[in-house]
């Protein structure tokens, strides 16, 4: 429920709330974990179809029996796990299949860097604070400092991952005819590159998300320097009803409002919109009358309720499908910094 204030282009926007903001953070993963989950349950098997994928061999070694050759192929494809096979291949399944299956993880390493990057700027204006290990460096040459190097590390690999995807796609864009070698070397590359990077990404994720630090302090200080300016409509609003010229009210706050920024970009000064405006008798509003125009909770909208129907809604029964199905841990992994 804490507000926040909003960015757009990086310039303050419209507040929203620190919970409505790591919700967008989860929609993308939940998305993903969709995208897994349809991935998962369209792989089939590529089967039993020899050399060319004409199964001539089987045919042969069962004196032309179609029927042998293809239960022998519907059972080895169930003893390996598989409901489906594929229609029709070559001498391997379609290479395509590796590039939906890596572009997948790079959509997964994608959210995870959306999230990275957003961290670090939050990070820019001290808002909020990756863990940090108490005998953590923040720099060799700054002690001082705590960087974000979860989250650059995050976005340093996640951009490995996006890149992997590319591989597979070539691949597939380049195999000749029934099959050519050259898939080889490079799928034993890509694949697993792909899923051990995107792992170390996850590792670090649960860890920043699990441990991170809000700074209410500095978000209230943020807010409450540019919200006077975003309620200048509310503020119109109730001089005009009060039997205000709306044209001249606009025009004072205009010039209140430049006046007010001049003070805080040139002077270094706090900025006093509300202070001038209650000193300008043509609005007719004291300063205690603005200060509970501009209260927080005024300009968030719906996002508390959205963060609490989104949870609800979507988080929880996601979470309750992974828990049914989820393996037994490992044990915590250990991230370093």
């Not at 099959?179 to 080889?184: E, F, G, I, K, W």
């Not at 792992?199 to 006077?228: A, C």
Request: include cysteine.
């Amino acid at each position: 429920d804490l507000p926040t204030l909003g960015f757009t282009h990086f310039q303050p926007a419209q507040p929203t709330t620190v919970g409505k903001r790591a919700t967008l953070w989860l929609q993308d993963l939940l998305l993903d974990i969709e995208e897994l989950d349809f991935r998962l349950e369209r792989l089939r098997f590529r089967g039993i179809r020899g050399t060319t994928g004409t199964q001539a061999s089987f045919l042969q070694l069962f004196d032309g029996d179609h029927e042998k050759v293809d239960a022998l192929d519907d059972a080895v494809a169930k003893r390996m796990g598989f409901g489906e096979r594929y229609g029709v291949t070559g001498q391997t399944y379609t290479r395509k299949v590796d590039a939906q299956v890596l572009g997948t993880l790079a959509n997964v390493a994608a959210s995870a860097s959306k999230m990275g990057h957003d961290m670090r700027l939050l990070t820019h204006l001290r808002e909020v604070e990756e863990p940090f290990e108490e005998e953590q460096i923040g720099s060799s040459a700054m002690p001082y400092k705590r960087n974000p190097m979860r989250a650059e590390r995050i976005c340093a690999m996640a951009r490995h991952v996006i890149v992997l995807a590319q591989d597979p796609l070539f691949t597939a864009a380049t195999q000749w005819l029934e099959r050519t070698l050259d898939d080889s070397a490079n799928r034993r590359l890509s694949i697993p590159d792909a899923f051990l990077a995107l792992d170390g990404i996850l590792v670090l994720v649960e860890n920043v998300s699990s441990g991170l630090v809000v700074n209410p302090w500095v978000i209230g200080r943020n807010l409450e320097e540019h919200l006077p300016f975003m309620a200048s409509e509310t503020i119109l609003m109730h001089a005009s009803a009060a039997g205000g010229d709306r044209q001249d009210l606009h025009e004072r706050i205009r010039r209140h409002s430049m006046a007010a920024a001049g003070r805080m970009k040139i002077e270094g000064g706090q900025a006093d919109l509300l202070e001038r405006i209650a000193e300008d008798e043509a609005f007719g509003l004291s300063l205690e009358q603005l200060v509970e125009m501009v209260d927080p909770a005024r300009f968030v909208g719906r996002a508390p309720e959205q963060v609490d129907e989104f949870l609800a809604e979507w988080v929880q029964p996601a979470l309750a499908r992974l828990e049914s199905g989820a393996n037994e841990r490992l044990g915590e992994p250990d991230v370093r910094v």
